[in-house]
C-alpha cells in the first residue's frame, strides 16, 4: 500500500467544505431553526410584516451557516428582500458597516471623499426605495458590538430613517453568543422595545450529530481512507471537548495539511494533536 504523497499529490478532493462560508447541501440538525428564520421573515397573510429575530447559542452551533443558507435561497429565487450579511467581527467602526451595507446594494464601495454616516444611511435608504425591496440585515457575531452600545449605536440611525418613510422596511437578524454583558441585557431595553425580537435557539449538538456532520464533510471533501476509523473516532472525541463544531471543521482540515506535509496518506492521532497544541499556545 502506498504510503507517501508526490508533491503534486493532495487529501483534499474538495478543499472548500471545510471552509467556514462553506453551505452544506444538507444541512443537518437544524430544520427546526430554519424553518423559524423563513416563518419569521417571510411575511404571511396581507399586512403582516417580518419580525427581528435574535439567533442565539454556543459558538459553532449552526447560526451562522443556518443565515447564509436561507439568504442564499433568498438570492436564488429572487425574493423581494435585499440581504445583507454583516460580519461584526471584521469590523467595528460605524463607517465600515454602513460601507458594507451600502456596497450590497449597490455593487461598488462608497468613494470615501466628503462621506459621512448619515449621508451613507440616506443613500442606502434611497437605494431600498428605488428597488421597492425589503432590506434585511445580518450582523453576525453580534456581540463584538456589544462594548460601549455600539450595535444600538448603529441599529437606532437605520430605524430612524426608515420610521420616517412607511413604505419602507428594514429588519434585522443578529446572530450571538451571550445575552448578558457586564451583568447589564446584551441589548437596550429601548431597542428592544422597537425591535421586539424573537429569539430562536441554537443547542449544542450531541455526540452522534456531530459524528454524522463530520463524516459528511470527510466524505466530501476527502479521498477515501484519509482518516482511519480508529482516528476518526479520536477526532470526534475531541470535537466534542471543545464544543464548537466550527472549531472541530478546522481541526480536521488542520490535521489533514499536517499529514499533507509530511507526505502521508492518511492522518494520525499525533496529527491531531500537534494541532490541538498548537491552539492551547
Known amino acids: 500500500m502506498k504510503q507517501y504523497l508526490t508533491m503534486e499529490e493532495t487529501l483534499f478532493c474538495d478543499r472548500g467544505v471545510f471552509e467556514i462560508d462553506f453551505i452544506p447541501e444538507i444541512f443537518r440538525f437544524r430544520e427546526t431553526q430554519v424553518s423559524d428564520i423563513v416563518s419569521a421573515i417571510q411575511p404571511g397573510p396581507p399586512g403582516s410584516s417580518p419580525r427581528n429575530l435574535v439567533l442565539q447559542g454556543h459558538p459553532g452551533t449552526g447560526k451562522t451557516t443556518a443565515v447564509r443558507r436561507v439568504f442564499s435561497e433568498i438570492r436564488a429565487n429572487g425574493e423581494r428582500f435585499i440581504p445583507v450579511y454583516i460580519n461584526c467581527h471584521a469590523g467595528r467602526l460605524k463607517f465600515d458597516i454602513f460601507s458594507t451595507i451600502y456596497t450590497e446594494l449597490h455593487d461598488q464601495a462608497p468613494p ?8 451613507l444611511i440616506e443613500k442606502i435608504g434611497r437605494r431600498v426605495r428605488e428597488r421597492e425591496e425589503i432590506l434585511l440585515e445580518c450582523f453576525d457575531n453580534a456581540d463584538a458590538l456589544l462594548p460601549e452600545y455600539l450595535l444600538e449605536i448603529i441599529i437606532c440611525p437605520i430605524l430612524a430613517y426608515f420610521n420616517k418613510h412607511p413604505k419602507m422596511r428594514v429588519f434585522f437578524l443578529l446572530t ?12 437596550d431595553p429601548c431597542i428592544i422595545s422597537v425591535l421586539r425580537p424573537e429569539k430562536v435557539h441554537f443547542p449544542l449538538y450531541k455526540n452522534k450529530e456531530v459524528h454524522e456532520i463530520i463524516q459528511d464533510r470527510v466524505r466530501a471533501g476527502l479521498y477515501p481512507g484519509v482518516i482511519p476509523d480508529e482516528v476518526f473516532s479520536f477526532l470526534i472525541s475531541h470535537i466534542m471537548k471543545i464544543g ?33 497544541k498548537h491552539q492551547r499556545m
Open 244 to 276: 464548537d463544531l466550527q472549531e472541530g471543521i478546522n481541526l480536521v482540515k488542520w490535521s489533514v495539511m499536517s499529514a499533507e506535509r509530511d507526505g502521508r496518506s492518511s492522518v494520525t492521532m499525533e496529527d491531531i494533536m500537534i494541532h490541538l
Open 112 to 119: 470615501r471623499k466628503a462621506q459621512t454616516v448619515q449621508r
Open 176 to 187: 450571538m453568543s451571550m445575552m448578558t454583558v457586564d451583568r447589564r441585557p446584551a441589548l
